[in-house]
Nanobody
């Protein structure tokens, strides 16, 4: 199965932009749907965005719709999350996850089989 490594987190001011990436090992990247989740201190891990194996289907949490964009590059085995118009409430550890069902793109944490280690995103007010 794939292994996932996130990168690109950091500190940004409110209203700014930041991109995070998730590099996957393995040769069957396109057979996995991918998702981004986030977890702030004292809260449960919540769904942010998901993309199907082909990249043709995407889903977003209402809280990020219109501000965040998920994409993937199968040639680079990488999934991206571009975050614009960031708010302090977007501060969290961001995790990418892989679902063996390429058509998945699920909002449910339990549907995902593999998780990365997370990357911190901090938005200052």
């Amino acid at each position: 199965q794939v292994q996932l490594v996130e990168s690109g987190g950091g500190l940004v001011q409110a209203g700014g932009s930041l991109g995070v990436s998730c590099a996957a090992s393995g040769r069957r990247f396109s057979s996995y749907a991918m998702g981004w989740f986030r977890q702030a201190p004292g809260t449960e891990r919540e769904f942010v965005a998901a993309i199907s194996g082909s990249g043709g289907t995407t889903f977003y949490a209402d809280s990020v719709k219109g501000r965040f964009t998920i994409s993937r590059d199968s040639a680079k085995n990488t999934v991206y999350l571009q975050m614009n118009s960031l708010k302090p409430e977007d501060t969290a550890v961001y995790y990418c996850a892989a679902d063996r069902d390429a058509f998945g793109a699920s909002v449910r944490r339990n549907n995902y089989d593999v998780w990365g280690q997370g990357t911190q995103v901090t938005v200052s007010s």
